[in-house]
């Protein structure tokens, strides 16, 4: 496909634990295109994590490859945002957002205004000085979610940034994300174990088996943008979609729970 960034192909990861066999994702294949917003939903331990670990080269897979499209040569493959410890805890918030930009050598003018741009954009300006000691939760992941849109990479990888937030804070983060998601077209793919959080935010969702993780259904989010959770709640069709997922998710938890 010509708009392809992330192919996916028979990718396999298995792991050894002592004599153990486990094998956490078997024969992934897929295609993201290039701007596309897609959420994985799966039961706990089916892989979803792995999946993004190696697409982040933090994790090699044991069989099958992957592959991201790149449009520049200047721009970093990729950055990940983790559910929590994503901040550098002797960095003021300034220097967080800007860690990446001063790894690459981005040249201190461009930093500081591409800084100073996401900072405004999560609504962190005034706080610019402070330490992640003297944040909430919620702002410590707009202060992750301005570093991985400030680097500037090809692809973004969501690991549940929002799980640990009560429902106002995840609300007003989602609807952030959402907004510089909608300026910057990021071909983004984020995992969630919320059914609301991946109709909300995606273009396609992602389904997968208990362990050995595999995908095995996906549903286009067809509500126009921009939307919010009281149009995911209050749409009909979604609602059939949501009792969908949710038994698909019963059905595979029920069914690692038997093995």
Not at 23 to 34: T, W
Not at 40 to 56: E, F, H, M, V, Y
Not at 179 to 195: A, C, D, G
Not at 198 to 214: E, T, V
Request: a negative charge.
């Amino acid at each position: 496909m010509p708009n392809t960034k992330i192919e996916i192909t028979d990718l396999t990861k298995v792991f050894f634990k002592r004599s153990e066999r486990v094998e956490a994702l078997k024969d992934i294949s897929l295609e993201i295109e290039d701007g596309e917003f897609v959420c994985i939903l799966g039961p706990s331990g089916c892989g979803k994590t792995t999946l993004l670990r190696i697409l982040a080269d933090l994790e090699t897979p044991s069989t099958g490859s992957f592959q991201i499209h790149p449009s520049s040569p200047d721009r970093p493959l990729q950055s990940m945002v983790f559910q929590e410890r994503g901040v550098i805890p002797w960095m003021t918030v300034e220097e967080n957002v800007a860690f990446g930009l001063k790894m690459r050598n981005v040249p201190r003018k461009i930093s500081k205004e591409r800084t100073q741009y996401y900072l405004e954009k999560v609504g962190l300006e005034k706080f610019a000085k402070l330490y992640p000691k003297e944040l909430s939760g919620g702002m410590k992941q707009r202060v992750s979610i301005a570093r991985a849109f400030a680097n500037d990479p090809e692809i973004l990888l969501m690991d549940e940034p929002f799980a640990a937030l009560d429902e106002q804070n995840k609300f007003i983060l989602q609807e952030e994300l959402l907004n510089i998601w909608q300026e910057t077209k990021k071909t983004v793919l984020f995992i969630t174990h919320s059914i609301d959080e991946a109709m909300l935010l995606s273009d396609r969702i992602l389904l997968m088996s208990a362990q050995p993780g595999q995908i095995v259904k996906e549903k286009n989010i067809k509500l126009p943008r921009p939307r919010t959770m009281e149009d995911v709640r209050s749409n009909e069709e979604l609602a059939h979609e949501f009792v969908d997922i949710w038994q698909h998710l019963q059905t595979e938890v029920q069914g690692s729970r038997a093995k």
